[in-house]
C-alpha cells in the first residue's frame, strides 16, 4: 500500500555528518507522521525523530540537538540530517511512516547502514 525507500547512508568518522532521505509512494493519503527509527543488533529500535504533516516534530533523548529532521509534503519525503554523528549511532536506520487508519500496519523501509568508526 505504501513503499518507503531510504538513501543516503554510509560509513563516516566521528564528528562527520550524513543526511538521509526517505521517499514513499502508494496510498500516500494514509500517511500521518513520517520519522526514522534505528537499530542495532540485539537492541532494540529506538526513536530516532518524527516530523507531522504540520511540521511538528519529535526527537529521541540521545539526538541531543545534533540531528534535524524535515519534510516536503510534495515530494511525500522525509529528511534526516545528522551531525556530530558517534559511535554509538551506528546502527541500520529505519524509515517510518504512521497509518492514520491503522495503528497496527504502520509502514516501514527496508533500511539504511549508517557506521560511525572512531
Known amino acids: 500500500q505504501v513503499q518507503l525507500v531510504e538513501s543516503g547512508g554510509g560509513l563516516v568518522r566521528a564528528g562527520a555528518s550524513l543526511s538521509l532521505s526517505c521517499a514513499a509512494s502508494?496510498?500516500?493519503?494514509?500517511?500521518?507522521?513520517m520519522g526514522w527509527y534505528r537499530q542495532e543488533p540485539g537492541k532494540q529500535r529506538e526513536l530516532v525523530a518524527t516530523?507531522?504533516?504540520?511540521?511538528?516534530?519529535n526527537y529521541g533523548d540521545f539526538v541531543k540537538g545534533r540531528f534535524t529532521i524535515s519534510r516536503d509534503n510534495a515530494k511525500n519525503t522525509v529528511y534526516l540530517q545528522m551531525n556530530s554523528l558517534k559511535p554509538e549511532d551506528t546502527a541500520v536506520y529505519y524509515c517510518?511512516?504512521?497509518?492514520?487508519?491503522?495503528?497496527?500496519?504502520?509502514?516501514w523501509g527496508q533500511g539504511t547502514q549508517v557506521t560511525v568508526s572512531s
Open positions: 517510518y511512516a504512521d497509518n492514520k487508519y491503522s495503528w497496527w500496519n504502520d509502514y
Open positions: 516530523v507531522t504533516r504540520g511540521g511538528t516534530t
Open positions: 502508494g496510498s500516500i493519503f494514509s500517511i500521518t507522521a
